[in-house]
């Protein structure tokens, strides 16, 4: 029912909406809302009533109903965070250029390199990742494939990634060289990715929950501040899932707010947020 407007005009969440809700979400994508009652009740109350809604029963059979997935790429939206920038963590794109760029150059000799930004948001770690490997390779780019496969659950951040446009407070941190070399100015506060890294990432939607089906193994993976929103089982198995799919001697990035079990997998720890399967 609808609160008084002194309580901020909120529809309120029963117990048992609530669970369902969760377990809904849980099971379908991994993440755990179960600390994000109000959060909820706080971002969703307004989408209710502008749909004519009057309960988050009606709300949920909608997300059931819905076959299409748009309503629940609102929903994840809503109460997801997609916020990034260029050079977020850093140290790992530095990484990328010191060590493991010149590692993959003296193993990989087939020239072609695998890479996979999972849970890539609006674009920047893929765009980022592929001025790094552009800036290491330099003339002899053009030898190797590296083309890097970016994928998120969310429509919406997936549209805004492909235009590959941003405002100049996401690009505070790139030097003003890089700044020169791989973004143009649109003239309104705005740059857009230049198209020889544009056509560096290819975008698809993609759950992390559900079976990868990827033909040949990965030689570096960044999943970085994803797997905040899940729970430690979650985590566990999706580090899983992504350890059997990376070639051997491959690294997985993640974030440095997450934590990986060290007892639950087989990846080696090189450093805090950087992980390499053995050859």
Not at 176 to 196: E, M, P, R
Request: proline letters at 3%.
């Amino acid at each position: 029912m609808f609160l008084n407007s002194a309580n901020s005009g909120l529809i309120q969440l029963t117990d048992q909406e609530f669970k369902e809700l969760v377990n809904f979400v849980h099971t379908k994508y991994g993440i755990n809302l179960i600390k994000k009652r109000v959060l909820i009740e706080g971002r969703l109350s307004q989408t209710l009533r502008q749909k004519g809604l009057t309960s988050f029963r009606q709300y949920i059979d909608l997300l059931e109903a819905d076959r299409t997935g748009t309503e629940m790429t609102h929903f994840l939206n809503k109460i997801t965070t997609n916020h990034s920038y260029f050079a977020r963590e850093n140290e790992h794109f530095e990484y990328l250029s010191d060590t493991v760029l010149p590692y993959m150059e003296r193993t990989r000799h087939n020239y072609d390199l695998r890479i996979w930004s999972a849970g890539c948001s609006a674009g920047q770690e893929a765009y980022n990742m592929a001025m790094t490997i552009d800036q290491y390779f330099g003339l002899h780019k053009s030898r190797w494939d590296t083309t890097i496969l970016a994928t998120d659950i969310s429509m919406d951040v997936l549209q805004r990634a492909k235009k590959a446009i941003y405002p100049a407070s996401n690009l505070t941190n790139i030097s003003a060289l890089w700044k020169q070399k791989y973004f143009h100015s649109l003239g309104n506060g705005t740059y857009q990715v230049c198209d020889k890294i544009r056509k560096e990432v290819v975008f698809k939607p993609l759950n992390l929950m559900e079976p990868f089906h990827f033909v040949k193994p990965f030689d570096i993976i960044f999943c970085r501040n994803v797997m905040i929103y899940f729970d430690a089982p979650t985590t566990d198995q999706l580090i899983q899932k992504f350890y059997d799919v990376t070639a051997p001697g491959g690294y997985l990035f993640i974030g440095h707010s997450e934590v990986i079990n060290k007892e639950a997998t087989k990846y080696h720890y090189i450093r805090p947020a950087i992980y390499q399967r053995k050859e």
